[in-house]
Structures are given as structure tokens and as C-alpha cells.
């Protein structure tokens, strides 16, 4: 967007907010806890349906760069975080010498800043995740994941797709601090429903979700990822959302979770966490509509970016009546 319609000198906007160039790290700048360092991961290789997610990170960059420096929704002001934008993590049609190098990058990340990656086939999270154990080993990681898809399907070598992350992870994850927020989709056994649960998995569908209530279950989810744990890993893929809200993506949800239910829900997560980190994936700008999908996901992005920031403003939750 680089035409304004509003030229006004209150208004801040995220294009303009970017701290330095591509790739130059200065570590002595990073202020523990307001640096948030932005990731693209052009990946779709392992798209188990219609590819197009390799344009997923500049559409959602284009987004936000739209956007103020205010979320007016949560009453937050984003001006103390510090933005910067890593670029892209180079990928390639070699599947496992691109997750091998997703993770080498992740566990190099200098401590401080809070990395959200940009998507890509949700394949990705797998990398990401050992590389953020690698990154961090002294801190137990907790994962919260958005998604109506259990992803947990046992993998066949040479037909690795992007539905298998969460079995895969497991080799180094432990799932007992883990939930699921939104599995809806109807090409399941109750096999699935049922190992996740024996792992420890939290497993919430929107039925759960409309029954218990969010905030019943965002305070259920922070009991049993947040609290527990030193940090918390959330992985938003965008087919949580009902097709209304995300119809560019791989596997468009005619049911699913609502943005605001699913934007509340990563605000307070992001509000709550002493560390946090962020991944979206699965937006797909070639299937979209209107730019609606990105959209959407740059809206749950700042409302990440709005807890991040609301942790640094005690005086927030004098102000929130909910708090
Ligand atoms: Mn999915």
C-alpha cells in the first residue's frame, strides 16, 4: 500500500516502522522483550492439496504494512516494540535440506527478539520447533496450535505432505504441554482424537469451544501451555478459520473458528507468556479473494504484536474492564 488516504501526524504506520535493513543484525539493539524479528518462509513444497503458499509471507507482509501502529481493537499502542524484518530463510525443492536449514537458521536467531515466521506450507513448524529447542535448551516450550487439522498422520517416505508435523515433532517434543484449538475436519478416525489425548494433548473443537466458552477456554489453554512452561510456541494455520474469514488457503473450512474468536484467543496468549514465538501458515494469495485471507492473518499477527506489547503496559489491565 504506498498510497495514504489518511496523512495525519498521530498516525504511525507499520511500513514506516521497520528498524533496520534485511539480514543486519544488531544485537546490541535488541531490547529484551520489545524486539519482534519477522521471518518469511516462501515453502509449499510438501502442500498436501493446491500449492500457493510460497506467496503466503509478502501478501502478509503487504497487509500489515497497512496497518497503524495501533490495534484499536484491544486499545494498544505497538510503538514500544521494535519490528525488524529477518527476510527470507532461502528454500528449495530438496524437502529435507530445507527443513535442516529452517532449523540451523531458527537455532542461530540471537536471543532476545521474538520470532514470527511467515508461511508456507505448515509443514515448516516441524524445523521451527527443534530449531527453537536448539535456540533455547534451558527453557521447557509449550505449543498452542490453531488448526482444524490434527496433522499427526504417520508420514510415507517420499510422499511427505504438509499433515504430518505434529507426529513428526514428536521425536524431540513432548506434547504434554500442547493443545489443539479448532480441529474440525471431517477426514479423520476417532483414532486421532484419541491419541492426541493420550499424549496430553489438549484437544478443543469449535463444538468445545461454543460450549465451554473462549475465555473458559483461553484460560484452559494457558493453565496447560502457558503456565506450566518457560515459553510458548503458537501455530496459527489459517484453515482454523471459517472460509468467510479464509478462503485462500490449501483446504478452504466451510465451518471453523471465527477471526475475533481466534484473534481474542492469541491476544491473551501473547499477553500471558514470559516468551513467546509465532508462526502462520497456509495463506495462500493465488486462491484468495479479495486479499481477504491475508488480510486475516495479518490481523491475527497484531493481536500477537498487541500482547506482546500490552505485557510492557501494566496500566493495560487497570483499563480493561475484562482483565
Ligand atoms: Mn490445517
Redesign the pocket.
Known amino acids: 500500500m504506498s498510497t495514504r488516504v489518511v496523512e495525519d501526524s498521530t498516525v504511525h504506520w507499520i511500513s514506516g516502522a521497520w528498524k533496520e535493513p534485511e539480514g543486519n543484525r544488531d544485537r546490541h539493539c535488541v531490547e529484551a522483550d520489545t524486539g519482534i524479528l519477522f521471518l518469511e518462509i516462501p515453502f509449499d513444497h510438501a502442500v498436501s492439496h493446491r500449492p500457493g503458499t510460497r506467496f503466503g509471507p509478502s501478501a502478509i507482509l503487504a497487509a500489515l504494512d497497512g496497518f497503524s501502529l495501533y490495534c484499536t481493537d484491544k486499545r494498544t499502542d505497538l510503538g514500544r516494540l521494535r519490528l525488524r524484518r529477518f527476510g527470507e530463510i532461502e528454500v528449495t525443492n530438496d524437502i529435507h535440506a530445507t527443513y535442516r536449514h529452517i532449523t540451523e537458521t531458527v537455532a542461530g536467531l540471537a536471543p532476545g527478539e521474538t520470532p514470527v515466521f511467515l508461511g508456507g506450507d505448515?509443514s515448516i513448524t516441524d524445523p521451527i520447533l527443534r530449531g527453537l529447542l536448539r535456540r533455547h535448551p534451558d527453557r521447557m516450550l509449550g505449543l498452542i496450535v490453531f488448526?482444524?487439522?490434527f496433522?499427526s498422520r504417520i508420514p510415507v517416505p517420499g510422499k511427505e505432505h504438509s499433515g504430518h508435523w505434529m507426529h513428526t515433532v514428536a521425536e524431540v517434543f513432548d506434547h504434554r504441554h500442547s493443545v489443539q484449538l479448532g480441529i474440525d475436519?471431517p477426514i479423520y478416525s476417532g483414532a486421532y482424537m484419541e491419541l492426541a489425548e493420550a499424549a496430553g494433548i489438549m484437544v478443543r473443537t469449535p463444538w468445545d469451544i461454543r460450549r465451554a466458552g473462549l475465555a473458559a477456554t483461553v484460560a484452559e489453554t494457558i493453565r496447560h501451555a502457558v503456565e506450566p512452561t518457560d515459553a510458548v510456541h503458537v501455530s496459527i494455520?489459517i484453515?482454523?478459520l471459517s472460509a468467510g474469514f479464509a478462503p485462500g488457503t490449501s483446504?478452504p473450512n466451510p465451518a471453523g473458528l471465527t477471526l475475533w474468536d481466534v484473534a481474542d484467543a492469541v491476544f491473551e496468549i501473547a499477553r500471558s507468556a514470559a516468551h513467546a514465538s509465532l508462526d502462520i501458515v497456509?495463506v495462500s494469495p493465488p486462491l484468495d479473494s479479495n486479499g481477504l485471507t491475508a488480510q486475516s492473518a495479518a490481523h491475527l499477527a497484531m493481536n500477537f504484536l498487541a500482547g506482546r506489547a500490552a505485557r510492557l503496559q501494566p496500566a493495560f489491565s487497570k483499563a480493561d474492564p475484562a482483565a
Open positions: 505448515h488448526d482444524a487439522h496433522d475436519a494455520d484453515d482454523c483446504v497456509e
